[in-house]
């Protein structure tokens, strides 16, 4: 009787192993039919142990290295930081923005490697410097060490304050200058959160 339980418990322990590799190999032929980064990433978080993890990573960092990231929003916030918003990048596990003041010119590191878990909904927070008149940014994803193509460009920049009439930020009526950010600003645009946390008005 025992050798009868555990042989059907073998007999469905089989059952089950053979249905979850054919699923296995659907799916993997289904990934390469998609051909896509984003149906390679899903095989490998669905198949950690598979024995087409190695054929898929391939296939994601060839894919990878060609893909184009895309910003779709850059918003300056008052406190001077940016919000670039973009469309999630499949498998990326880092991302890197880098900026110029010439849409043309090279760019340089801005804000470093960040780890993705530091990134909020594809929205990053970043800290430019803000002096000349219109700063641009492009974006690229990392997985591993393999890195995107850059972003096409996005960009930020302050307004004219018109003798100190103009919010810089938003374009409504100035209320006064803040000397802590250097610029003209509105009743909404003369609160701001510091980068260390501190909530200020100005002026
Ligand atoms: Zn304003």
Known sequence: MKSTKHLITLFFSFLIFFVGCANEEKDWQKAKEQGSLESYANFNNRYINSIHKDSATREIYRLFSQYTPEISKATLNSN???????????????????????????????????????????????WPDLKKDTIYFK??????????????????????????????????????????????????HNVFTQKSGSRIRCP
């Open 80 to 126: 001077l930081s940016v919000k670039l918003s973009f469309k999630n990048v499949p498998g990326a596990d880092k991302y890197q923005v880098f900026y110029s003041y010439d849409k043309d010119k090279s760019y340089s590191d801005l804000s470093g490697v960040i780890e993705k878990d530091k990134v909020n909904n594809s929205v990053l927070e970043i």
């Open 139 to 188: 974006l690229l994803a990392i997985t591993d060490s393999v890195k995107s193509t850059f972003s096409d460009y996005s960009y930020v920049y302050l307004l004219q304050s018109n003798n100190g009439t103009t919010c810089q930020i938003c374009g409504n009526n100035s209320v006064g200058h803040c000397h802590l950010r250097n610029i003209y600003v509105c009743s909404q």
